[in-house]
């Protein structure tokens, strides 16, 4: 069925360009290496943060764009304060492109605006708008790879397969890629923060559902480095250091791994049978928390960095 349904979509048409060029606002530098970057985006109607990590000299280089998990930090990037990016990164010829917000929107252009979120047009700002001022603001060369953690992960293949030209490799970290398997996690990872699941791409089975499914669009990704990795929702080495979130990350994050898994292996089967190559790493352990997201961002990158010139 999934190869059926793959052939009668055709092919994705690319979102058109904003009638008015996205525009900076203001960039707040926090040190020589990070900037806050404010951007006024037509398509979402407002002005949104980005955070750029990025060498202090100048000369072309790559950009990572790097997506944020349901509930994104407010003010700055999770990644920035639950991992040690900034510091890992430091000292590499790469942009590491960060947005700030957009909470359970899976980083899609919704077919409505919703009454709790208001206008979310993240492909549209993240394909169209930001990368060319990322390129000319901070001397990118146009060669990108797109990760994330869990929500920005599935949009991490969404984006990719959806703007193919765009990104060489994609990375996710605890991600579910296979939309259809994970449609009811979905849905009610957006209600459960006070949106309509609607909004988004209408009813489950539609066709813009099959659009953004990385699992049926998954040829588009031939070519591109991919790397996936995964726990198991057994408690591993993390869970015995003592921390406020110990409990919430072996009870919630323990049982939402086991889903990530099982997503995980479907997606690696459905590469496997077109003959897609991709470095995916299983672990016997670890829940869905931050302390393993870091150490399968370090792990990723032999993968990731090389496949676009870091």
């Known amino acids: 069925m999934l190869f059926i349904v793959g052939a009668l979509l055709g092919p994705v048409v690319a979102q058109p360009a904003t009638a008015t060029a996205a525009r900076i606002v203001r960039i707040d ?175 489950p089975g539609s066709r813009a559902w099959a659009e953004h499914d990385p699992s049926l669009l998954a040829d588009r990704l031939r070519g591109k480095t991919i790397y996936l990795s995964t726990g198991t929702g057994v408690p591993g080495p993390h869970e015995a250091e003592i921390k406020p979130q110990l409990a919430e990350n072996i009870i919630l994050g323990g049982p939402v791994e086991v889903g990530i898994n099982t997503c995980t292996v479907a997606f690696d089967q459905r590469l496997r049978s077109l003959g897609i190559p991709a470095r995916i790493e299983y672990s016997p352990t670890g829940t869905h928390s931050w302390s393993y997201w870091q150490d399968k961002l370090h792990a990723s990158w032999p993968t990731i960095g090389p496949a676009i010139g870091a």
């Open 29 to 203: 530098d926090v040190s020589p290496t990070r900037s806050e970057v404010y951007i006024d985006s037509p398509a979402m109607g407002r002005t949104i943060q980005v955070d750029v990590l990025h060498p202090a000299g100048g000369g072309g280089r790559p950009s990572y764009y790097l997506l944020d998990g349901l509930d994104p930090g407010v003010g700055q990037s999770t990644w920035l304060n639950a991992t040690d990016a900034e510091p890992f990164f430091a000292g590499k010829n790469l942009n590491v492109v960060l947005p700030v917000g957009g909470q359970a929107g899976y980083y899609t252009d919704w077919q409505q605006d919703d009454p709790h979120f208001g206008r979310y047009k993240w492909e549209t700002f993240l394909t169209r708008e930001l990368p060319p001022i990322i390129d000319a603001e901070f001397d990118g060369n146009g060669v990108n790879a797109i990760g994330g953690l869990s929500m920005g992960g599935n949009a991490a293949f969404i984006l990719a397969a959806r703007n193919p030209e765009l990104y060489r490799a994609v990375a996710g970290y605890s991600a579910c890629p296979d939309t259809g398997l994970a449609t009811g996690a979905v849905m009610f990872s957006i209600a459960n923060r006070g949106g309509n699941p609607g909004n988004m791409w209408g009813p």
